[in-house]
């Protein structure tokens, strides 16, 4: 018998290293869409059950029904690239830091608690944590899907590294505001900015900007009850909703609009969406796709899960097209659920999921509001009627006060996270390779940046006088920040859980930076 990993696979690979005889692959987990478990190598030693953070990996015969095809995925992936010794060099060991080493982090998000972690690892080195929320980590918080509990469990990974006494959180302290990039580097050694990629990339048709055509980052975080998208004004009164674009944020969106009501208040969804999604009349999204079902940017695990969801149908618009060879498993699974899907018999009454493939968005048309997109396909032109269009192909970093900015690439220009033409800085996740990967490909990405920052550190390269701690919280006080630590957040969290649980919820979360801030501080809130 062997373990099995599945859909919730996160891609941090924590799993990797722990396993005995070396049987998960692919080492480099950002060339899949998931790492897999050889079923003929495995030992049932169990050590990748312990270690996986968010609950991904499953006893062979303990695996849930709906994931059982997981089986089947994890053997052909061995089939097709058979099991072979890892020759990927190891890492250098860290030993501790020659001299003093504080390094702040801008942002809370899975890149930077992971550069966090990886840190505070080493003996010696004192770290500076700085959001500009009052609330911790990021997208997974306020990007992964509600009803995706798993998935969050990842931040549990993060709770020994926040409570090092060499660490310092500093939540709500706006860096470029509360604090200048010079003041930080007067106070650090070095600065990793991890924070994100925050814009979405614009379709660039007419129509655009039409009420009712929306970012779907911003119908993500209303959903998650990011602050900053609490009032999003988005109407569901008709009876379709269009998405632009078909990666996993996409199929978030479509699950979250026809979730029926029983299974959304099982969620951790904000209130206000809540209750906007309970009395929405949309009852058909369709997911449109620019290029094939095997081009689809949507993992595997994710496309399957589509179709355990009750009472919505699933449905193929177009020929599915054949498979595309013996070497790529993502492309051909999809093709191969697609067809399932086509000749599933769809039912009266249920809500709809269309995927739509080969399809490009034309014009957004509308008086005054929108109410149809203009798509073409295969040369001919047709008009989808609808009052909701969502634009989900992808997102944008923005310029850091300080630092350069490549404005063609959404970056920071940067050679293995250290910034050009500007010592002491250095960059992590989106800000530093574009928006690719899901939260564990930071992992990889924070370590290579804490690398190449402990080379600087050790060649010499960040040796300098700077002020202390005291100097630090004078300066903050001063631009009138007012940080909440980490025993501050764990007021927060615990004060939403309890909330939660009266109403049989994993949390119902405090919304507003005034609400946020107070529960900070009031331990039975």
């Known amino acids: 018998m062997a373990y099995v990993i599945t859909q919730n696979c996160c891609k941090d690979a924590s799993c990797v290293p722990v396993c005995p005889v070396d049987c998960i ?29 968010v609950d991904a990996i499953y006893y062979e015969e303990d695996v849930p029904a ?30 501790v ?41 990021g997208l997974i918080r306020a990007g992964v899907a509600p009803d995706h509990q798993h998935t969050k469990s990842v931040v549990d990974i993060f709770d020994r ?34 924070v994100g990629a925050a814009t979405s990339r614009p379709l660039g048709i007419a129509g655009e900007d039409l009420p009712g055509s929306h970012p779907a980052a911003d119908f993500v975080g209303w959903y998650n ?44 969804i904000a209130d206000h969406a809540l209750d906007a999604l309970r009395d929405s009349t949309i009852r058909e999204v369709v997911v449109l796709g620019r290029r094939g079902i095997a081009d689809a ?93 969502l634009r989900s192909i992808g997102y944008r970093g923005v310029p850091v006060p300080g630092l350069p900015f490549d404005d063609v690439a959404g970056v920071v220009p940067n050679e293995d996270g250290r910034v050009q033409d500007s010592p002491g800085s250095y960059v992590a996740g989106w800000i530093k390779r574009g928006p690719r990967g899901v939260i564990g490909s930071n992992r990889t990405c924070a370590e290579q940046t804490v690398d190449t920052l402990w080379r600087d550190h050790c060649d010499g390269k960040l040796t300098r006088d700077i002020a202390g701690p005291e100097s630090l919280s004078a300066a903050l006080r001063e631009n009138g920040a007012q940080p909440v630590d980490w025993s501050g957040w764990r007021n927060i969290d615990a004060a939403e859980r309890r909330r939660g649980a009266a109403v049989d919820r994993p949390r119902v979360k405090f919304i507003g930076i005034p609400q946020l801030r107070s529960a900070s501080v009031t331990a039975g809130s």
């Open 25 to 53: 692959r692919p080492v480099d987990a950002s060339a899949a869409d998931m790492l897999y478990i050889d079923p003929e190598s495995c030992i049932d030693c169990g050590a990748c059950f312990d270690e996986c953070p």
């Open 66 to 95: 709906a994931q059982a095809r997981f089986r089947e995925i994890n053997a052909e992936y061995f089939q097709r690239h058979p099991l072979e010794p890892d020759t990927t060099p190891q890492r250098p060991s860290r030993q």
């Open 97 to 137: 830091a020659d001299g003093e080493l504080t390094v702040a982090i801008v942002g809370a998000g899975p890149a930077a608690c992971y550069a966090a972690a990886e840190l505070m690892a080493i003996d010696g080195v004192r770290v500076n944590l700085f959001e500009r929320l009052p609330t911790p980590f």
């Open 161 to 194: 590294t926040f409570v090092n006494p060499r660490f310092g959180c500093h939540l709500g302290v706006e860096i470029g505001k509360d604090l200048s990039h010079d003041q930080v580097l007067d106070h650090h050694h070095a600065v990793i900015y991890a």
């Open 225 to 268: 009850g990011h602050p900053d998208y609490a009032d999003g004004g988005f109407v569901l009164d008709g009876e379709r909703a269009v998405i632009i674009g078909n990666g996993n944020v996409a199929l978030d969106i479509a699950r979250m609009m026809l979730l029926d009501s029983v299974a959304l208040g099982r969620t951790d």
């Open 297 to 389: 940017a949507f993992s595997v695990g994710e496309f399957l899960a589509l179709g355990e969801l009750d009472g919505v149908d699933v449905t193929i618009d177009g020929p599915v097209q054949d498979s595309t060879g013996d070497t790529d498993l993502w492309a051909t699974l999809k093709l191969d659920i697609a067809r399932e899907y086509a000749a599933r018999p769809t039912a009266p009454g249920n809500r709809r999921i269309i995927l739509r493939f080969n399809t490009s968005p034309v014009e957004i048309i509308g008086d005054g509001r929108v109410s149809g997109l203009r798509v073409e396909r295969d040369g001919a032109n047709e008009v989808l009627d609808t009052s909701l269009v």
